[in-house]
Each structure stands twice: as C-alpha cells, then as structure tokens.
Nanobody, 113 residues
Framework: QVQLVESGGGLVQAGGSLRLSCVASGGIFKISPMAWYRQAPGKQRELVAT???????DYEDFVKGRFTIARDNAKNTVYLQMNSLKPEDTAVYYC???????WGQGTLVTVSS
C-alpha cells in the first residue's frame, strides 16, 4: 500500500525559510516522478514544483528562485526547500506521486507579514 507522509510545515515570518519533507512507502518512489502542490484558503490546488526520477526539476513561475525541490531515492523522500517566503505562500502543501497519482495528507505552511 502506497503512503505519502508530509512534514515540516509551520508558522514563519515573511522572508523566512522552511523545508518540507515527504516520505513515500509502498515501493513506487524510485520509479515515480514527484511533485509538490499547494492549496490556499478558498483557492484551487495548484502545482508548485516537479522532479523526475533522474532529478530534473521544474517550477511554477511564482516560486522560481525561491523554492528548491529535491529527492533522496535512498530515503524515499522528496523535499521542498522554501526560502524568502511571502504571506501569499500560505497554504496546505501536498506531496504527489505521478505514478498512481497518490497524495499525502498535507502540511500547513503559514507565513505572517
């Protein structure tokens, strides 16, 4: 059974940093591209960043230069390093596996101004 478990969210001041982690179990991590999405209050879920199985990354424009996605296949973990955070980054952040379209439960990031 595939499970994705996010952690690392919290409250941070504008300009600060957080690192999110997502641990995958169930055997798909090494064969699956991974992604981070987010959903702000009252808004639709949106893609933030993706990473291929070989580590090729892609970012939405609103996080380019501030966020970094990375993966550690030995630890079945994908990360999202978030720097220069803004109040508009406040959202629940979700981990997604492209293979099987599995989702984690989300982790809340709140950025205060």
């Amino acid at each position: 059974q595939v499970q994705l478990v996010e952690s690392g969210g919290g409250l941070v001041q504008a300009g600060g940093s957080l690192r999110l982690s997502c641990v995958a179990s169930g055997g798909i991590f090494k064969i699956s591209p991974m992604a981070w999405y987010r959903q702000a209050p009252g808004k639709q879920r949106e893609l933030v960043a993706t990473i291929s199985t070989r580590g090729i990354t892609d970012y939405e424009d609103f996080v380019k230069g501030r966020f970094t996605i990375a993966r550690d296949n030995a630890k079945n973990t994908v990360y999202l390093q978030m720097n220069s955070l803004k109040p508009e980054d406040t959202a629940v952040y979700y981990c997604n596996s492209r293979v099987g379209d599995y989702w984690g439960q989300g982790t809340l990031v709140t950025v205060s101004s």
